[in-house]
């Protein structure tokens, strides 16, 4: 992306455990964090070696996954749910 606001291939991404790279552009900063995206500039260059760089740390790869699925869970309904609940008990 070269601009952007809220974006639902953040969302898409998390819940496929897609790491991702992303351009350092509207809100997809504040979407994801460092251990699951790797951040560049909307330069064609840096976006290449950002490709040739996790295709050649395999091992990145899977330590980005690991981030996803904790940030998956961080963002599912039953947790959303319990979150809510635990709020409203909270407050009676």
């Not at 330069?43 to 091992?59: F, G, N, R, T």
């Not at 996803?68 to 749910?81: D, G, T």
Request: with cysteine; glycine share 2%; charged share 30%.
């Amino acid at each position: 992306y070269i601009e952007a606001t809220q974006s639902g291939v953040v969302t898409l991404a998390i819940n496929y455990l897609r790491p991702s790279i992303s351009t350092e552009v509207g809100a997809l900063k504040e979407q994801f964090s460092d251990d699951v995206t790797i951040f560049v500039k909307p330069d064609v260059d840096e976006l290449s070696e950002a490709i040739k760089y996790l295709l050649q740390h395999p091992e990145l790869l899977e330590k980005m996954k690991y981030s996803l699925l904790k940030l998956r869970e961080s963002y599912s309904w039953e947790k959303i749910a319990k979150d809510l609940n635990y709020k409203i008990l909270a407050e009676c």
